[in-house]
């Protein structure tokens, strides 16, 4: 490798993330045996599918230099009223949890938009409605969902004899859609546009109110596909379910390499970052350190993808 | 026919506009000919910006009439003067520094690929976008030749260089330049006049508002001093000098009955 193919390896946003994430294997992979066999990748995959999904749409906010507090409660919601809906008519459930979730999407959005208010309390305020919202509506019960339609995503299927689950198609799905506009659309450049600099952006003729719209929009989208997924994991409607999934979102957004200042990111980083946070979390359960050492190892994972960030935005100016 | 006689490329007559008592723009003529390049000069308050925005869709002015090449037009908004030909450069580099140069300058005018994939899929014809992006940096030369290059990396000059690129690929009728250089050095600041003349000289009126007197006499061919929201005079930079253009804009000097008549 000539060096200026690695100088341009090492300017290249997903190298960090990536690296990060072959390193967190490699050590997990001598640590323990039982990390790199094919029944534990599995489920790393499958635990980090509901945040994988839903760090999409974070990630599509935080582009926009907006962020979303919320989505996991949204989904959270999505999950109960499918469960409860569901229970008379599967489709009929779909389609209502479908436009609670976009409704929630629109409001945020709304607010963002015309009334101009910070994403940040728009979204903390809705998170807090949504969340008693949804512990009213359950009346505190979890509901379990009969198998159909509503755990459909949990369907497994054997790929070169490595278990998987519909849902982490969906997932793949949801990825390629986002890449896609993101980077082959002009709505995907308004939105880097949008987040980099409002002002030139509406200079240069992009309706920022529209596009900002757009991804609070998307974000109920994926708020309800996230909910479809999430039964077909754990069939159980429980409004306690994802207590932390706003903060991991952000995070897997984050040690993605987006930042959080907008205008900057790719959603391939986020899903490299939504997996270094399952691989982080899995391998240090499998060598036997306590679930509070894991929040604090990703707690500082958060700190230091932020300061690289800062330290390499310091530098272009 | 000499060059007063033409149609004037834009013009404007009896610009009046209100907000609430205050007056910003009080009866304001203007006039831009083909081939030159016009700056717009006046004291802080004096009312230039607003005139500028009217002439660039940004504001409606309550009275008087805008012509361009001779006809009446209505600016709604900035949309319908970049629609008619007329593009702004602004003071504060208004380009998105995580985009590349091609993806700026076809920024809100993105080209979708022909068929299915661009009318259904929108997608994005990059490639033409980059080709026709690195036609345009050839042609004005600001020392930028990959149009895939991240403006992030670009110097301050090279930055309003890609605005004034796109400024000049979208813009056939007129260029306006809002202080084009207050945010530039020295060095940086003789680029962007460069690339003004250099539009001159391919054809397109450009109009040049600043602050900076030795860039305006470097390269205005006429210079319009605003003063109490209406035009006070346009001189010609050979007869005056940078003193008494100062004193003109201030109140201090009258101007000869043919400067406030429109000028030479």
Redesign the interface.
Known sequence: MSALTFQRLLREPLAGPLAALVVACVVFFILTPQFATGYNISLILQQSMVIGILAVAQSLIILTAGIDLSIGATCVLGTVVLAKVAGTDPVLGMVVALGVCVLIGAVNGALVTVLKLPPFIVTLGMFTIVAAATQLYAGSQTYRVADGPLTALGTGFSLFGFPLTLGLLVLLIVYAVAWYVLN????G??V??VG??P???S????KTSKTIFGVYLASGVIAAIAAWAALGRIPTADPNAFQTANLDTITAVVIGGTSLFG??GSVLGTLVGALIVGVLRNGLTLVGIDNLYQNIATGVLVIAAVALDQISRRR?Q | MTTAERTPVLQARGLVKNYGQVRAIAGADFELRAGEVLAVIGDNGAGKSSLIKALSGALVPNEGEILLDGAPVHFRS??DA?NAGIE?V?Q????????DIA?NVY????L?KPGILGSV????D?RAMREAAAGHLAELKIGITSPTQAV??LSGGQRQGVAVVRAAAFGKKVIIMDEPTAALGVRESGQVIDLIRQIRDRGTPVILISHDMPHVFEVADRIHVHRLGRRAAVVDPKQRSMSEVVALMTGALEPTGEEAAGGP
């Open positions: 082959r659309t002009a709505t450049r308004h880097y546009a980099g600099n002002v030139s952006a200079l240069a003729g992009i205008g900057r272009l | 900035t949309l970049r702004t602004y504060d580099l208004a380009v998105i520094p995580a985009l993806a920024l809100g005018r993105e979708r899929f929108r997608q994005l990059r992030e990396t």
